[in-house]
């Protein structure tokens, strides 16, 4: 199953750790209903031979590029994603409520290059808090949008990430 996760950033983290043997994804009851629904699915489509590959492609560190889909590794507001209003304002994306630009100004090569805002979440050592501090901040950085809502700085900590940075642990 390929799934892209725009929203969902701490999954990249979460699968780099599972495949390296440093987080034991601990599943819940939730997960096992789910996989079960899905299998009767497949079934019931007649897919239920394809592809016994167990690993998820969230994008977390390369494995996406070898899809097929050829998506950048660790799309997020701003890095490799972008939202156009119908009156031509830009957006990091459709999440994040601040306004980079107007392709009625300028092009938007010239905005998603040059913008100071696109510029800020195309570089994760900008991050502040945990998020600037977290050794997975290349592959995740957090959500900007969840960062914006909550706090007004779209660079701020992710306020929803549980993980706890090793340069931030006792």
């Known amino acids: 199953m390929n799934v892209k996760s725009s ?10 750790m599972r495949d390296h043997g440093i987080y034991d994804l601990k599943l819940g009851e939730t997960y096992f209903k789910l996989k079960e629904m899905l299998e ?12 016994k590959d167990k690993k998820i492609v969230a994008g977390a560190h390369g494995r996406s590029l070898a ?6 590794t660790g799309i997020t507001d701003g890095r490799g994603m972008f939202f156009i209003s119908h009156i031509g304002e830009v957006y990091p994306s459709g999440f994040l409520p601040i306004v980079a630009g107007n392709v009625r100004e300028k092009t938007l090569k010239e905005i998603y290059m040059n913008s100071p805002i696109f510029r800020d979440l ?13 050794e997975y901040r290349f592959i995740c ?16 900590a992710e306020p929803r990430c549980i993980y706890v940075p090793k340069a931030m642990r006792a």
Do not use: Q, V
């Open 40 to 51: 009767e699915i497949k079934r019931e489509l007649g897919l239920d031979n394809y592809k």
């Open 122 to 134: 195309k570089d994760p050592n900008k991050l502040k808090g945990k998020c600037g501090k977290c």
């Open 141 to 156: 950085g957090g959500s900007r949008a969840r960062a914006y809502a909550m706090t007004g700085d779209y660079l701020a």
């Open 7 to 16: 929203a969902a950033c701490h999954l990249r983290r979460i699968e780099y």
């Open 67 to 72: 899809d097929g889909i050829r998506r950048m």
